[in-house]
């Protein structure tokens, strides 16, 4: 496992955040004993964890992972919300959301807030639900869905393998170094979206709120082609020292064991990072 801490980057001025993480792939080799290893101990070879600032990477565990590119699953719903709201497909956060149940029968095991009334656009998102999205990609169209990832340069920008379904194991991938880039260009309002639309989407991300910090975040998780389950969490945090962006994600042989792990291993990682 390669994991690096702040000061290994204050050296790289004026680099881009990608870059700078980019960057530091040479540098992994060479690290046999890496210096915050305590960080996240459980994030071994198929985990990996990055926390960023505007100006440099402060935790950097495995490289080789962060880079690679993997489905988004729901935390393709960051991009998915904000597309909706500016076009006007959610009109404000109050709108109810639903499916066509023709389309999206519903399955054994979802969860009954999916499906037994129409849910506002926060609950929809902080529950991840499933078919909602689905048929909001499907409001979007496929000509807007592309234009926007184009736009937004999200992962491969994919979506080939079916408009309702392309960030769900398809054709759509990214990786945590590109989820960190993509969200601190969503956080500065680069994306050519309106401000009004962006104000209502970190009303949707808000997770948790207290007088130290505010933590906007998404989950995401599903099976791999593998056999395995791939989970991820990603978000920034912002408090008396500004803004700080994250990103994991880690493979496991098993569902729900692999999506518990996920939270308590970032919150540990800002909490030791004195973010949280």
């Known amino acids: ?52 600032s505007d100006t440099q990477v402060l935790t950097l565990i495995n490289p080789k992972r962060s880079a690679t590119a993997l489905s988004p699953f729901s935390t393709f719903k960051i991009p998915n919300s904000l597309i909706a709201l500016d076009l006007g497909v959610i009109k404000n956060l109050q709108q109810p959301l639903s499916f066509d149940k ?105 997770v948790e709120q207290t007088p130290d910090y505010r933590l906007y975040a998404k989950t995401g998780g599903g099976k791999l082609d593998s056999g395995k389950s791939l989970g991820w969490y990603v978000g920034y945090v912002e408090n008396s020292d500004g803004v700080f962006y994250f990103a994991m994600n880690l493979e496991g042989d098993k569902f729900w064991p692999t999506m518990k792990k996920r939270l308590p291993i970032m919150r540990r990682a800002l909490q030791q990072a004195g973010i949280i």
């Open 102 to 206: 023709s389309d999206y029968p519903v399955q054994p095991g979802w969860p009954k807030i999916w499906y037994e009334k129409p849910v506002d656009l926060r609950t929809a998102f902080q529950n991840s639900a499933v078919p909602v999205y689905r048929q909001l990609a499907t409001d979007i169209g496929a000509t807007k869905m592309q234009a926007y990832l184009d736009k937004f340069n999200y992962g491969n920008k994919d979506i080939s393998s079916g408009l309702d379904s392309f960030w769900l194991n398809g054709s759509l991938k990214i990786s945590a170094d590109e989820q960190i880039v993509f969200l601190k260009s969503l956080y500065h309002g680069e994306l050519a979206v309106s401000p009004d639309s962006l104000a209502k989407l970190k009303q949707v991300m808000l």
């Open 1 to 52: 496992m390669a994991c690096f801490s702040a000061p290994m980057y204050k050296y790289l001025p004026g680099l881009t955040l990608l870059s700078i993480v980019l960057s530091l792939f040479s540098l992994s080799a060479a690290a046999t004993e890496p210096d915050n290893q305590e960080t996240a101990p459980e994030c071994r070879n198929n985990c990996t964890l990055v926390i960023a």
